[in-house]
């Protein structure tokens, strides 16, 4: 599988996660978006939008292996892989809510 297609289903693939979650969970608000943005030549990094228009960084993605890492600020990954695009979508780096996962 190609890098492209990898990315688009796990960022769908959260983005289902988070309508299932706030339709159980928080029905009177609304969904976030989840969007790829360019990121950089390392990393691509998938953004959240809120209704409001508040952005933030979901995760980082980096472009050589599929490695899922959370974000440490805007611009930048925390160091450590949580999963790969390649394994499952990416499920198991997500939580119930389709949050990236803190290391253990």
């Known amino acids: 599988m190609d890098f492209n ?4 289903d796990y960022v769908n693939l959260v983005q289902e996660i988070k309508k299932d979650y706030f339709a159980k969970n928080l029905a009177n608000l609304t969904v976030p978006v989840m969007t790829i943005s360019k990121g950089g030549r390392v990393y691509k990094k998938v953004v959240e939008e809120m209704g409001n228009g508040q952005k933030s960084v979901h995760s980082f993605v980096r472009i050589s292996d599929g490695a899922i890492l959370k974000p440490a600020s805007w ?14 979508k990416g499920v198991s780096a997500l939580d119930f809510m389709g949050n990236v996962l803190y290391l253990r």
């Open 5 to 8: 297609t990898a990315l688009n």
């Open 75 to 88: 611009k930048a990954p925390a160091k450590h892989s949580r999963g790969s695009i390649y394994d499952n």
